[in-house]
């Protein structure tokens, strides 16, 4: 697996496909750092717009206070400012003592005023109203929109349209514009009475924001080219080095691979050496059935879960009734056999779950786990019927069985550990034993 994913990359690295991926990832980056710069250059602009209107309102605001403070702001009549004809309050007129004819005038026409005097036909700023007076400052279209919405919780309102910067704030009512409005120009919920209106040509100041943005696309071209060029000598010079280690790692193969097959050999022989012995220590080498040691081991194991969990188990000693007769009758070789054929039926009655086991000499024994002692007397007692039904064929003889057995569980026990238990079992063999063997005997519990 390593060696192919090696393989597979040094073809990748030697194939078109790497140039192109590195170009594909520089384009990306470098046009990810173009787009953001781009759009800081616009950013910038735009904030410089909205700082211009911003101080626009601070300066209609500055009007507005000046005008509140002054009460009642009086202007010569000429033919090119008339008095409003829109101003309706008790002294619109007023004369100074040259005889020369004044009138009140308001904070609109002030505004008027003052785009005369700025001379800047790209320039306006006036108030606009739902309910004006001078029905030029009637508030249409989108104005009128930002104004029935109240701004929509925003302090000020920003719109560029064909190269025209608006710049739109809220105008609150205070108590000299009561002198000249009614209250039912005023939304009474906001305080608002109208909008203060900045606008002005941006088509020059779009102009000096091309050259940043030519400027940023130079830059970043220029950081491509040189990105792409550093990122092909280094892929060149990759490719270089992964053919030399290529190489070099094709001969060190040859020898590993030489050294592994003598050691993968040595190391099997080591896991069947270790598996054989493994065996030995757990299993009875003539039955092929566990020994005494892994018995006790698998007692131990259980009696924890018991002890623990409550789960519950049986043990049940099994002695092979007469066993030294078929050894002087028929020799060891036949008690042999005797003792294969006898481990052999017993595994065939038996869940994965028990364990089963020769004790010592003709005695096995049985945990039959997550078994209760009743069900496991009657397990014992099938088994002794099995067992008597069950003949062995040694040199054209039949040999018949029987066998005796003890059954015991830790339930019977106050304290229970693994020697107690297989005194119990083996107390209640004895006792199968002393009524005449072939039959399973559960055990009394002991007096401790």
């Known amino acids: 697996m390593l060696n192919t994913s090696r393989h597979s990359l040094l073809s990748y690295l030697k194939s078109p496909i790497a140039m192109i991926t590195v170009l594909l990832f520089w384009a990306t980056i ?26 626009s309102e601070r300066l209609v605001q500055i009007l507005l206070d000046w005008s509140e403070r002054h009460d009642e702001i009086y202007v010569p009549v000429t033919s090119q400012y008339p008095s409003n004809e ?39 700023l006036a108030l606009v109203s739902e309910q004006p007076l001078n029905p030029n400052n009637l508030a249409t279209g989108w104005q009128k929109s930002i104004l029935e919405d109240n701004f929509s919780g925003a302090s000020s309102f920003q719109k560029i349209i064909d190269q025209q910067f608006y710049y739109m704030a809220p105008l609150k009512a ?49 950081m491509l080219l040189l990105m792409t060029l550093i990122s092909t000598i280094s892929l060149n010079a990759i490719r270089n080095l992964l053919t030399q280690l290529e190489f070099e790692k094709s001969n060190r193969d040859a020898l590993i691979e030489e050294k592994t097959s003598v050691l993968k050999e040595e190391i099997q022989q080591h896991k069947m050496v270790r598996n054989q012995l493994l065996r030995i220590s757990t299993h009875d080498q003539l039955t092929g059935v566990r020994n005494r040691r892994h018995l006790l081991d698998a007692l131990n194991i259980e009696l924890k879960r018991y002890q623990r969990y409550n789960s519950d188990f049986s043990v049940l000693l099994i002695d092979l009734d007469h066993f030294s007769q078929i050894n002087e009758q028929h020799g060891l070789e036949c008690g042999d056999e005797v003792l294969q054929a006898f481990a052999l039926q017993v595994n065939k009655t038996l869940r994965e779950s028990d364990v089963f086991a020769r004790y010592d000499g003709e005695e096995f024994a049985i945990i039959a786990t997550n078994t209760r002692l009743d069900s496991a007397l009657r397990f014992a007692k099938k088994l002794v019927n099995d067992i008597n039904q069950h003949t062995i064929t040694y040199l054209d003889q039949e040999i018949e069985l029987s066998i005796s057995i003890g059954v015991a569980a830790p339930s019977q026990l106050k304290k229970s550990n693994s020697h107690q238990l297989l005194t119990l079992a083996h107390n209640a063999l004895n006792q199968a034993k002393s009524q005449g063997r072939n039959c399973a005997i559960k055990a009394q519990p002991l007096n401790e």
């Open 174 to 222: 205070n108590n000299s514009c009561f002198k000249c409005h009614l209250r039912s120009q005023l939304d009474e919920e906001t305080n608002l009475l109208g909008a203060i209106l900045f606008s002005y040509d941006i088509s020059d100041l779009l102009e000096l924001e091309k050259p940043l943005h030519r400027h940023n696309l130079v830059i970043h071209l220029v």
């Open 30 to 55: 470098i046009s990810v750092s173009f787009v953001w710069n781009q759009r800081i250059i616009s950013q910038t602009t735009a904030q410089s717009f909205s700082a211009k209107g911003q101080g």
């Open 86 to 124: 829109y101003l309706k309050t008790k002294h619109k007129f007023a004369r100074r003592d040259d005889g020369k004819l004044l009138t009140q005038i308001s904070v609109a026409r002030i505004l008027e005023q003052f785009n005369d005097t700025v001379k800047d036909s790209s320039l306006t």
